[in-house]
C-alpha cells in the first residue's frame, strides 16, 4: 500500500482538497490517501512545515506528503520533490517541507520540471490540482522522482523560533496554538524539570505537572505535549481564550 | 473489510486525526478508516457519546469504533476495549462509549494493560496516537481482546437527561443542537403525536409535521428526526439563532 | 475501483456524513468514498450545484457524485439519478445537480421510486443516509439505473446569474467566495484581457495578472483562476474582508 498525505491551508469549506483526491483517484486509484490537516492557516508556511514535521514521523516508510501552502503559486518559486531516507516530499521550495526534512536525512531533491507530468492546462493558482497531485500520483505508481526533473543542491529552508538560554532562566515561545487553545512553545523537554517556575501572558505556573489532571478545572498547568514539547494549557478551558495568547507570545522558564 | 471509524473532539484544524491515521495506516494497512466526527465540543463526553450512539448502527458488524473524547487523559482513568453484540469499542473509560453499548449488548470490557501494544513512548496528553489507535490497528488485525488486558465487570456510564410526565404534559429538553442550528430534544417519537403543543424557547409549535417544508421559510416547525426524536427547526433557517437556544434548553410538550 | 464523491451543506462538526459513510461501507464495501465538499452554505443549492460542477471533470470516469443539498427533504421534491456521458449524479431534483450535467451531455434522469433500495424505516430529515447513499451503494455494485425507478424527461434547473454586455463593459458578479477570501466572478476568461479595467467593491484593478504575485502584500489583484473564471484577490490577505465583498456583488469589466 502506498500513501499519500495531504497538508494544506485549503481549509474544509471549498472542494479543492476533493478536487486534488480526484486526481489522485484517476491517476492512482491504488494509492491510500490521508489528510495530515487542512486547517493550516492561510499563507502561514511555517505553521505548515511545523504540521508536517510532527506527524510525518507516525506515517509508514516511504510516504508520499503533499504540502500545499503556497502563497507564491504561480510564480517563480520552485516546485519540487524532497526524498528524505523516510519519505518523498512534495510542494513548494518556500520552506514547508524543510522541517520535516533536516539536512542529515536528505537524499535527493529534485526540480519538477517535466510538464508531461502535470494537468493541462496548468492555472496559476492551483497547483495542488495541477502539479503537485498529480507528481504525487506518478510518484504512487512509482515513477522515480529523477524522472521528474533535475537534481538541485538545496532548498528554502525555515527555522524554528530560537530559545535563548540566560544564567538562570531561558526565554522561548509559543509556535502554536491547537483547537482545543492549548500553547505549543518551543522548550524542549530536556529545558524543563519539575523545579522550574513557568511565566506567559500574566500567569506563572510551578512546575511541569504529568498530565492536565494535575490541576483543578480552570486552573494553568504545564505539561510535556506529544510533540515532546512545553504546553501551556488551562484544564478543561481553553488557554488561548483564558489567558488571552497566542502564537508569538513569550515564555519563561526559571530555576526555582 | 474491517472498517475502523473515528469519533473525537479534536477538530479539524490540528493534525491530529491525521497523525491517528499514520499510526492505523502503518499498523493496520488494510483496514479502512471512516470519519464519524471530530466536531464533538471539547471536553464534552456526553455529545461524544451521543454521536456514537446514533452513528455506530449504520456501519458493518464488528466495526471497530475509536472514541476519544479524553479530558482526563495521562491520569488515572482506565483505557478500555469495550465488545459488545455489535462491534467492538475502544477509548477512555468515562462513559464515552456507554450510550452505544446498553447493558443488555455486552459482551465483555477489557482493560486496556497490556503495554506492548501501544505506541513507546507514551505521551500524557494524546492517548489518541500512542494508545487507542494502536490498539484498534491490534483489533482490525484481528488480536483478541482478551490480549490487550484483563476483563473487567463494569464502565462508568451517562445516562441522557430523562423526560418528566405530568398529567397533561411532558418536559423535556434540548440535548444536540446540529450545523444547521436544528435543535435535537430528548423527546422520543413515542411521545409526541399530531395533537400536541410544543414550547421551546418563547415559542409554541402546533402539532408534529412530516416534514420541514411544512411550514413557511422562517417559521418554527416540529418533527421526528433521523435519531427518531422530537426536533425542532426554522424552516431554512437556524433555529439555535433565531430562537436563541442551546443544550439544556427546556421544552414542554402539552396534548391539547 | 468504483469512486463515490460526496458533497452536502452538511458540515464537518455532526455525524451525518460519517453516517452516510456507514451506509456505503455497510452496503458497497468495495467502493472509494471521496469528500467533494461538507462547506456547502446550508441551503444554498446553488452554491452545491456550482462546487460540484468544477469539481466533477477531476473524478474518474463513471464516478458516482452523490450531492445532499436538500432544504426540501421529506417533501414532493423527486430524488433522482442521472446518467452523464461521464458520470452518474445522485441527489434531490432541486437543481443541484443541474450545472454538472448539461443538456447536451445527458443520457437519463431516473426517478429514484424503488423503495428496496432504500433504508427502512425511512426518516424526513435525512434523506442523505436513508436513500441517497443506499442508492449510490447500489450503482456501486452495478446496478442499472433502470432498476432505481421510471425514467423521466427532464429535471430542474439552475442557471448561473449571466454577465451583462454593454459597448465598451461587460457586468458580472461574485458568485462563490473560498476559504481564504477570494472572490470567484462569473467573469470568463474569454473576456478579458491584459487591457481592461477592472471595478469591484470601490477598488478598480487594472489588467488582469499571471499569478497573485504580481503585487505587492496587502493590494488587490484580478487573476483568472482554476475554474476558468476571473477571481479578485487581495494578496496574503482575505479580499472578502479587505474589500467587504459577498456573493452578489457587482464587478464591472472596462475596455481601457
Redesign the interface.
Known amino acids: 500500500?502506498t500513501?499519500v498525505?495531504l497538508?494544506t491551508?485549503?481549509?474544509?469549506?471549498?472542494?479543492?482538497?476533493?478536487?486534488m483526491?480526484?486526481?489522485l483517484?484517476?491517476r492512482a486509484?491504488?494509492a491510500?490517501v490521508?489528510?495530515?490537516?487542512?486547517?493550516v492557516p492561510?499563507?502561514d508556511v511555517l505553521a505548515g512545515a511545523l504540521?508536517l514535521r510532527?506527524?510525518?514521523p507516525?506515517?509508514?516508510p516511504r510516504?508520499i506528503h503533499v504540502a500545499v501552502v503556497d502563497?507564491?503559486?504561480?510564480?517563480?518559486r520552485r516546485p519540487l520533490v524532497v526524498e528524505t531516507t523516510d519519505a518523498l516530499l512534495v510542494g513548494p521550495d518556500n520552506g514547508v517541507l524543510s522541517l520535516v526534512a533536516p539536512r542529515d536525512q536528505m537524499r535527493r531533491i529534485v526540480h519538477l520540471t517535466e510538464e508531461r507530468f502535470f494537468l493541462s492546462p496548468r492555472?496559476?493558482?492551483?497547483h495542488g490540482?495541477?502539479v503537485f497531485a498529480p507528481v504525487a500520483a506518478a510518484l504512487a505508481n512509482g515513477t522515480d522522482p529523477s524522472a521528474l526533473g533535475p537534481p538541485v543542491t538545496d532548498m528554502e529552508r525555515l527555522a524554528l523560533p530560537a530559545v535563548t538560554r540566560g544564567a538562570s532562566s531561558l526565554t522561548g515561545q509559543v509556535i502554536y496554538v491547537?483547537?482545543?487553545g492549548n500553547l505549543t512553545t518551543n522548550v524542549s523537554e530536556s529545558d524543563v524539570t519539575a523545579d522550574v517556575t513557568i511565566a506567559l501572558a500574566g500567569v506563572r505556573v510551578r512546575g511541569v505537572a504529568?498530565?492536565?489532571?494535575?490541576v483543578a478545572a480552570g486552573e494553568p498547568v504545564a505539561?510535556?505535549?506529544?510533540w515532546g514539547l512545553l504546553?501551556i494549557a488551562v484544564?478543561?478551558c481553553?488557554a488561548r481564550e483564558t489567558l488571552g495568547a497566542s502564537v508569538g507570545d513569550v515564555v519563561v522558564i526559571e530555576r526555582r
Open positions: 500500500m500513501v498525505t497538508t491551508d485549503f481549509g474544509v469549506t471549498d472542494p479543492f482538497v476533493g478536487i483526491k480526484g486526481v483517484a484517476t486509484p491504488d491510500t490521508i489528510d495530515v490537516s487542512h486547517g492561510p499563507q504540521v510532527y506527524a510525518a507516525y506515517f509508514p510516504t502563497p507564491g503559486v504561480g510564480g517563480s492555472s496559476a493558482t492551483f490540482r495541477d491547537d483547537h482545543f504529568r498530565h492536565y489532571g494535575a505539561v510535556v505535549n506529544s504546553e484544564r478543561d481553553s
